[in-house]
């Protein structure tokens, strides 16, 4: 996120002071974590100390600042793979997420819907981990990751209701509980049908405020396709490995590019 604004400073103390009930430990008292809840509620003070009351009372029930000790079943890991390919110049995480080869299906079918969910929420965990101590090149503390999903070998058949049902609820969930956590999202190698699951997605995230989705029917097309867009305002500057080992050059890829997809 972008250093506090001076209006934003301004308010920061009145809402430190208005959450103080919620004893709120160190790292979400910080300024930039106290910032997520009012910058996704618009500098309403009253709407964003609803919106952290009820993540907190979230944070709870999953029992959030424990999750890494959580034993997850390996299957999780195996079906629904990510991966931390590096940081861009800003210390970002950038998180690969091979979409087209996960089978929700069946981890929903073999271990349920909750232990699915809770899988996503312990990586997040641990995506949010590697960004500790960390700072962006303008000295403010990193607060967002990015996203690679690679859909190659999606097909329409992995889009059940249940695996629906369940991207519907991890949207709504992370939505409430995330707010401004990610920077930038990319889609490689994406399917015809995509613009279809596009538009159901889209609500989604531009609710949780990803400023970009760029979509690449191949990596040829990525390669491209990346000098039209690279031409202004802020950079991402990284090379990492797609999950068929291509190495994919993220060079000068714009956080506030627009596409028309």
């Known amino acids: 996120m972008a250093a506090p604004s001076p209006y934003e400073l301004e308010i920061l103390p009145e809402f430190r002071r208005r959450v103080t009930y919620l004893s709120l430990n160190e790292f979400l008292n910080s300024d930039m974590e106290l910032l997520r809840w009012i910058r996704a509620r618009d500098n309403n003070l009253d709407q964003a100390e609803l919106m952290l009351r009820k993540h907190m009372k979230w944070r709870e029930e999953v029992d959030y ?40 299906k069946k981890v929903i079918q073999d271990l349920g819907t909750e232990t699915a969910l809770l899988s996503r929420w312990r990586y997040l965990k641990i995506v949010q981990e590697t960004m500790k101590d960390k700072l962006t090149s303008e000295g403010v503390p990193v607060t967002q990751y990015s996203v690679i999903s690679d859909l190659e070998g999606l097909s329409i058949g992995q889009g059940t209701l249940s695996v629906l049902r369940i991207l519907s609820d991890a949207a709504m969930i992370f939505e409430a509980n995330f707010p401004e956590s990610s920077k930038c999202m990319v889609v490689v190698n994406a399917p015809w049908f995509f613009p279809v699951f596009y538009k159901w997605i889209k609500p989604f995230l531009n609710n949780m405020g990803v400023p970009m989705i760029l979509k690449f029917r191949s990596l040829g097309e990525q390669d491209n396709k990346i000098h039209e867009i690279g031409k202004e305002n802020t950079e991402v500057n990284c090379i990492c490995m797609s999950s068929s080992n291509t190495i994919i050059h993220f060079a000068k890829i714009k956080m506030f590019a627009t596409t028309n997809i």
């Open 65 to 104: 600042d424990h999750i890494l000790l959580l034993d997850i079943p390996k299957q999780c890991e195996v079906l629904m793979p990510e991966k931390l390919a590096g940081f861009d110049d800003d210390n970002c995480p950038l998180i690969i997420t091979p979409l087209g080869k996960w089978n929700a």
